[in-house]
């Protein structure tokens, strides 16, 4: 199944949630090869967050690189720093929603950033803002972002966005997604919406 599905970044995410939960192993000959066609290391740390309470805290500076599988729920990053030199990826089951307990949900530089099946919620400053990074965000929805700043940004003559089929929701009359003049963005089926003034409609395919 995992082998004839054209989206590279759901096999790859299936893939992970099997090993995740034992189905697989790192020696696994699919596993191995589904890593091979990625643009960056896969972690070798693989943690699964159940959540059992009604909210959970999640601590994206407890490792350097690291792969999230997280059950449905809702989830507090702690971010009180950038995220430097990391190759992360986080993944959802079921609904799974991150949100941000001060300022931005996720912020970092010289990293890699997958986030798969995620529900992010900022009330105050970026959803994400990436600097010189590798950022790819698949089945992800951006929304209830209240600031003043698009919700996504990257920055930097090597940074790259990847979005596939994602929404993005401003409640405020300040756009959606913020690319620098030297970074790349690739946005395919994706809808934007400008809820603030006016109810607006982007599709991005």
Same mark, same amino acid.
């Given at each position: 199944?995992?082998?004839?599905n054209?989206?590279?970044?759901?096999?790859?995410? +299936?893939?992970?949630?099997?090993?995740?939960l034992? @189905?697989?192993?790192?020696?696994?000959e699919?596993?191995?090869?589904?890593?091979?066609?990625?643009?960056?290391?896969?972690?070798?740390?693989?943690?699964r967050? /159940? +959540?059992?309470?009604?909210e959970?805290l999640?601590?994206?500076?407890?490792?350097?690189?690291?792969?999230l599988?997280? @059950?449905?729920?809702?989830?507090?990053?702690?971010?009180?720093? @950038?995220?430097?030199?990391?190759?992360i990826?986080?993944?959802?089951?079921?609904?799974?929603?991150?949100?941000?307990s001060?300022i931005?949900?996720?912020?970092?530089?010289?990293?890699n950033?997958?986030?798969?099946?995620?529900?992010?919620e900022?009330?105050?400053?970026?959803?994400?803002?990436? @600097?010189?990074?590798?950022?790819?965000?698949?089945?992800?929805?951006?929304?209830?972002?209240?600031?003043?700043?698009?919700?996504?940004?990257? /920055?930097?003559?090597?940074?790259?966005?990847?979005?596939?089929? $994602?929404?993005v929701?401003?409640?405020?009359?300040?756009?959606?997604?913020?690319? /620098?003049? /030297?970074?790349?963005?690739?946005?395919?089926? $994706?809808?934007l919406?400008?809820?603030?003034?006016?109810?607006?409609?982007?599709?991005?395919?």
């Amino acid at each position: 199944m995992h082998a004839t599905n054209s989206n590279l970044f759901g096999a790859y995410a +299936n893939i992970l949630i099997s090993l995740a939960l034992g @189905e697989i192993s790192h020696e696994d000959e699919f596993f191995i090869q589904q890593c091979k066609k990625m643009p960056f290391s896969t972690p070798k740390i693989i943690k699964r967050e /159940d +959540n059992q309470l009604d909210e959970g805290l999640l601590d994206l500076f407890q490792f350097e690189d690291v792969i999230l599988v997280l @059950e449905p729920g809702t989830y507090t990053t702690m971010v009180l720093m @950038e995220m430097d030199n990391r190759n992360i990826v986080i993944i959802g089951i079921g609904k799974v929603t991150i949100k941000n307990s001060d300022i931005n949900v996720f912020r970092g530089s010289d990293s890699n950033l997958v986030l798969y099946n995620i529900y992010v919620e900022c009330t105050r400053g970026y959803s994400l803002y990436m @600097e010189t990074s590798q950022v790819f965000v698949d089945n992800c929805w951006f929304i209830k972002c209240f600031g003043p700043v698009p919700p996504i940004c990257i /920055d930097g003559r090597k940074a790259k966005l990847f979005m596939n089929k $994602c929404v993005v929701a401003n409640i405020k009359n300040a756009g959606g997604i913020l690319a /620098d003049i /030297d970074s790349i963005a690739y946005i395919k089926d $994706c809808k934007l919406y400008n809820i603030g003034v006016t109810d607006v409609k982007y599709i991005f395919k």
